[in-house]
């Protein structure tokens, strides 16, 4: 487990929220805000987080919907350790299960009205890192994209929604593995306008039948490149990652 001496205390949603985040190994960035505020869960409802790492996206998810029930599988049980103490940190119920999304631990076997989920996304080849914990969170060969999904749709009641971000090139097996998730919509994280997206937001829901759609991009900085100290988020990301704004109204 990680003692303090490896720990960060970070802030999230302009300190609206406090996590622990290990010095060495995966620290959660922009990605898990972004995927909690694209989950259009509602008070009462229940989220399942696969792969939830110290707990960032469902606990920024939790702070944005009070009286959600939030459960997390995460396979490395220092990040599982590190997720139980954010959310008693910030005084959010979460339920947090060690073990691999392929074999779903049995207390997690049940039905929930959302998953959410940020697969590694980088792809195979350079040099790994040397912190175990970072090097697999970060292989996006360890788990094929795939199974994400298939887990998803499996833990989802019929009509949840899964919510996704992941990287713009994983797009053809994410629609080639849907399966039983239809209704599908993707929104492309673009840095700058005008720059290729290299991240996208997927909703889809299980048994849906509306037709696919590819939305306008989300737009993340403004300008043509970082000045100095300035703010350079827009205003909309800004209402995002600072205020934890809800991204849902996005997708229409």
Same mark, same amino acid.
């Given at each position: 487990?990680?003692?303090?001496?490896?720990? @960060?205390?970070?802030?999230?949603?302009?300190?609206? +929220?406090?996590?622990?985040?290990?010095?060495?190994? &995966?620290?959660?960035?922009?990605?898990?805000?972004? %995927?909690?505020?694209?989950?259009?869960?509602?008070?009462?409802?229940?989220?399942?987080? %696969? #792969?939830?790492?110290?707990?960032?996206?469902? +606990?920024?998810?939790?702070?944005?919907?009070?009286?959600?029930?939030?459960? #997390?599988?995460?396979?490395?049980?220092? &990040?599982?350790?590190?997720?139980?103490?954010?959310?008693?940190?910030?005084?959010?119920?979460?339920?947090?299960?060690? #073990?691999?999304?392929?074999?779903?631990?049995?207390?997690?076997?049940?039905?929930?009205?959302?998953? /959410?989920?940020?697969?590694? &996304?980088?792809?195979?080849?350079?040099?790994? @890192?040397?912190?175990?914990?970072?090097?697999?969170?970060?292989?996006?060969?360890?788990?094929?994209?795939?199974?994400?999904?298939?887990?998803?749709?499996?833990?989802?009641?019929?009509?949840?929604?899964?919510?996704? /971000?992941?990287?713009?090139?994983?797009?053809?097996? !994410?629609?080639?593995? %849907?399966?039983?998730?239809?209704?599908?919509?993707?929104?492309?994280?673009?840095?700058?306008?005008?720059?290729?997206?290299?991240? +996208? /937001?997927?909703?889809?829901?299980?048994?849906?039948?509306?037709?696919?759609?590819?939305?306008?991009?989300?737009? /993340?900085?403004?300008?043509?490149?970082?000045?100095?100290?300035?703010?350079? &988020?827009?205003?909309?990301?800004?209402?995002? +990652?600072?205020?934890?704004?809800? !991204?849902?109204?996005?997708?229409?």
């Amino acid at each position: 487990m990680f003692s303090d001496a490896d720990l @960060s205390d970070d802030k999230f949603l302009c300190g609206k +929220l406090r996590l622990w985040q290990p010095l060495k190994g &995966y620290r959660a960035a922009t990605d898990p805000v972004l %995927l909690a505020a694209a989950c259009p869960a509602e008070a009462g409802q229940s989220v399942l987080d %696969l #792969g939830c790492g110290a707990g960032a996206a469902s +606990l920024c998810l939790g702070w944005r919907v009070p009286g959600l029930r939030l459960a #997390g599988l995460e396979l490395q049980a220092d &990040y599982a350790d590190l997720a139980r103490r954010n959310a008693a940190r910030n005084g959010i119920a979460l339920e947090v299960a060690e #073990g691999d999304l392929r074999d779903m631990p049995r207390d997690l076997r049940r039905d929930f009205d959302h998953v /959410i989920c940020n697969p590694p &996304y980088y792809p195979p080849g350079g040099t790994p @890192s040397p912190v175990a914990g970072r090097a697999l969170a970060m292989r996006v060969e360890a788990v094929a994209m795939g199974e994400w999904v298939s887990t998803a749709a499996r833990r989802l009641r019929p009509g949840g929604w899964l919510t996704m /971000i992941t990287g713009a090139d994983a797009l053809p097996d !994410l629609l080639s593995t %849907l399966g039983t998730l239809g209704s599908a919509s993707v929104l492309p994280l673009a840095s700058r306008e005008g720059r290729a997206a290299r991240r +996208l /937001i997927l909703r889809a829901r299980k048994g849906g039948r509306a037709p696919f759609r590819l939305l306008t991009p989300f737009v /993340i900085h403004h300008g043509a490149s970082h000045e100095g100290d300035r703010e350079s &988020y827009t205003p909309a990301a800004n209402e995002i +990652l600072r205020t934890g704004g809800d !991204l849902s109204a996005q997708f229409g």
